[in-house]
C-alpha cells in the first residue's frame, strides 16, 4: 500500500532562493491539500486541489508562494525569494473522495540559512 | 473562521494508565472531528475520526466523544503503552472533504 509520497525530505537553502516541493498523492485520490506546520504548532492549511483545479487558497499562501496539480495526480510547491519565515514542515494530504480521510505524508522539512 | 483550542499541551501517564486530550471549536457548523498521532519525523497519522452524527466511536483502546451542545470533543486512550508517546492533534472542519483547522498538539509521555 503506497501512501502520499512527498519529496525531498530536507531541504536546505539560503535566503532569497527558490525551492520546490514535490508530492505523490495516494492513487486515484482526487483532492491533494498542502499544509504549513511550524515547531509546537498544529498543521496549517495553505491551499487544496480537486483533480488539477485549486479550489481554495488561504491568506498564509503569500504572492511568493504557487502550487500546481498540472495532470490531477502529483503536485508542486514552489516558494520564490524564500524568507527565514518559511522555516517550517510542508506537509501534503490525500482523500479519495467526500466523507474520506485526509492522509499524510511525512513532509519536507525546510531550513533557511 | 473555525478556531480549535487543545489542552493539556503535555500529558505524562505512567503505563497502564488512561490519557484524556480535550478539544473545543467555534465554529458550530463544524461536523468532521478526526485526531492524528504525529511521531518524530513523521507526518500525522489518522487514528480515529467522528462525525457530528455520532456522539462517541471506540477503536480498541481509543474513544472519542463529540458534545456539539458544548462544542468540545475528547480523545481517550486506555491502558496505555510506551509506543503510545507521541504529538496528537485534534482537527475540526465544517467539509470532511476540506480543509481541516487542528489544534496545538498534545505531547503525550508513556512511561513504564
Known amino acids: 500500500d503506497t501512501g502520499v509520497s512527498q519529496n525531498p525530505r530536507h531541504k536546505i537553502t539560503k535566503r532569497g532562493q527558490n525551492v520546490t516541493f514535490r508530492c505523490d498523492p495516494i492513487?486515484?485520490?482526487?483532492?491533494l491539500y498542502w499544509y504549513r506546520q511550524t515547531l509546537g504548532q498544529g498543521p496549517e492549511f495553505l491551499t487544496y486541489?480537486?483533480?488539477?483545479?485549486?479550489?481554495?487558497k488561504s491568506r498564509l499562501l503569500s504572492d511568493r508562494f504557487s502550487a500546481e496539480r498540472p495532470k490531477g495526480s502529483f503536485s508542486t510547491l514552489e516558494i520564490q525569494r524564500t524568507e527565514q519565515g518559511d522555516s517550517a514542515m510542508y506537509l501534503c494530504?490525500?482523500?479519495?473522495?467526500?466523507?474520506?480521510?485526509?492522509?499524510f505524508g511525512d513532509g519536507t522539512r525546510l531550513s533557511i540559512l | 473562521g473555525e478556531n480549535v483550542e487543545q489542552h493539556p499541551s503535555t500529558l505524562s501517564v505512567q503505563e497502564g494508565d488512561s490519557a484524556v486530550i480535550k478539544c473545543t471549536y467555534s465554529?458550530?457548523?463544524?461536523?468532521?472531528f478526526p485526531w492524528y498521532k504525529q511521531e518524530l519525523g513523521k507526518g500525522p497519522q489518522l487514528i480515529i475520526d467522528?462525525?457530528?452524527?455520532?456522539g462517541e466511536k471506540k477503536d480498541q483502546r481509543i474513544a472519542v466523544t463529540l458534545n456539539k451542545t458544548a462544542k468540545h470533543f475528547s480523545l481517550h486512550i486506555t491502558e496505555t503503552q510506551p509506543e503510545d508517546s507521541a504529538v496528537y492533534f485534534c482537527?475540526?472542519?465544517?467539509?470532511?472533504?476540506?480543509?481541516?483547522?487542528f489544534g496545538a498538539g498534545t505531547q503525550v509521555v508513556v512511561t513504564p
Open positions: 494530504a490525500s482523500s479519495f473522495r467526500s466523507n474520506q480521510p485526509q492522509h
Open positions: 492513487s486515484e485520490h482526487n483532492r
Open positions: 486541489f480537486q483533480n488539477e483545479a485549486q479550489l481554495e
Open positions: 465554529d458550530s457548523a463544524s461536523n468532521y
Open positions: 467522528i462525525r457530528s452524527n455520532v
Open positions: 482537527a475540526a472542519t465544517t467539509d470532511s472533504w476540506g480543509k481541516l483547522q
